[in-house]
Each structure stands twice: as C-alpha cells, then as structure tokens.
C-alpha cells in the first residue's frame, strides 16, 4: 500500500482481555514506531524498531505491553490484561532511515476502548 | 527529560489573519524540530520541520524558525484559510543517539472562520 496500515480501526474490549493492535509500514521502511495518544493529548512514544529489533521500548508504560515485529516488516502491538487506562488512540508510524531529519509516516491509528 | 510545550486552544481566527502557535522546548544537545498536523478525520502529518539552529522550516504558506537562545519553534502563518484549521503538534526528536522516538507537545486546536 501507499501508507501505513493499521488493523482493526476500532476495537472495543472487556477490562482484564487481551488485544493486539497491527502494523503494516510502509514498505521498505526499517524503521517503525508505536505512539499512543490520549483524549486532548500529543502522541507519547512507546517503543521503536530497527528492522527486527527493539531499539528502544524505555517509553513501554508497564510489563503488560509488548510488541513484536519478527519478520523487520508488519509489527504488532499486544496487551495483557486490558484496564481502563489505556483507551486509547494507538499510532504507528515508520521511517526509511533512523536519523535526525528522517520523517516519521503515520498511520490512521486503531481507537482501543476498554469497558 | 525532553518535554516540548505548546499553546493552550482552542485558537479561532478570522480568514486571512495572522497565525502564531507558540512552540518552546527543553532538550539535551541539539534536536530536530517538527510541526506535525491533524485535520478533521485524518492522521499526523508532517507539516514542516528544523534540524539545525536558525534554520526555517516552510510548507503551505506556514513558516517556524528553530531558535536555540530562546529554544522556540513558533509556528506562523501571514493569511490563515478555512482548510487551515485542523490540530498543530509541535515535536522534536533528540540530537545524540538513545531513543529516536519523538516528543510532541498537547497540541493545539486552530479555528478558521469565514
């Protein structure tokens, strides 16, 4: 495709399930990035990859949420244990090259809303 | 830590006023600058950035000046259009190595009337 993808666009769950968000980059970008934006509020980094990698995943907010990207292309973004506070706006993004003036392309996010 | 702090909003102006977002960071060494956008319905895009001190980041008519003394990077726009009203997120990325993810501010919301 021409951007990035993200699957579901919506996903609404029962508080304690289990979620994953997907990501599909832009193809041929080795960098990707995951953001999660809060109602009235700038995306907050979570974690980035170089190809397979986890670079850095310092902005991860606890041990329930984990990403994946095995293969250096499509990623996922998982979460155990779902609570309240993390409905949410999940982005992704990705960039041909880590460095300073490389641009980040986003997706159109997938809304999480936890009941 | 980095932080990036932007103007409250909502804004709303007339057409063809003229726009300042007020955009002021705190970072180690020397980020890159960015001023992503958010229309109605539609996902972050990059509207202009900065990657050096004094340099001027331009795009649709919108201009922002990374200014180091005063670390600011104030979003200006001569002429605003109805399009132009949308949600500004001011964002940098740090200088020196570590995470290469960006920090953006709240945003702020722009109102163009006719």
């Known amino acids: 495709g021409a951007g990035v993808s993200q699957t579901p666009s919506n996903k609404v769950t029962e508080k304690g399930k289990y979620v994953e968000l997907r990501c599909d980059p832009i193809?041929?970008?080795?960098?990707l990035y995951w953001y999660r934006q809060s109602l009235g509020q700038g995306p907050e980094f979570l974690i980035y990859?170089?190809?397979?990698?986890?670079?850095?995943d310092s902005g991860l907010p606890n041990d329930r949420f984990f990403a994946v990207r095995p293969e250096g292309s499509v990623s996922t973004l998982k979460i155990q244990r779902t609570e309240r506070g993390d409905s949410a706006v999940y982005l992704c993004?990705?960039?041909?090259?880590?460095?300073?003036?490389?641009?980040?392309?986003f997706g159109p996010g997938t809304r999480l809303t936890v009941l | 830590g980095n932080s990036v702090t932007q103007m409250e909003g909502p804004v709303t102006l007339s057409e063809e006023a003229f726009l300042t977002i007020n955009c002021t960071y705190t970072a180690t060494g020397y980020p890159s600058l960015f001023w992503y956008v958010q229309y109605p319905g539609e996902g972050l895009q990059l509207l202009l950035k900065a990657t050096k001190a004094d340099d001027k980041g331009s795009n649709k008519g919108f201009e922002a000046t990374y200014r180091k003394e005063t670390t600011s990077f104030h979003l200006e726009k001569g002429s605003v259009q109805v399009s132009d009203s949308a949600v500004y997120f001011c964002a940098l990325r740090p200088g020196q190595g570590g995470a290469d993810g960006l920090t953006f501010g709240k945003g702020t919301h722009l109102i163009i009337q006719p």
């Open positions: 990859f170089q190809g397979t990698g986890a670079a850095d």
């Open positions: 993004a990705s960039s041909l090259l880590v460095g300073q003036s490389n641009e980040q392309f």
């Open positions: 193809s041929g970008h080795t960098a």
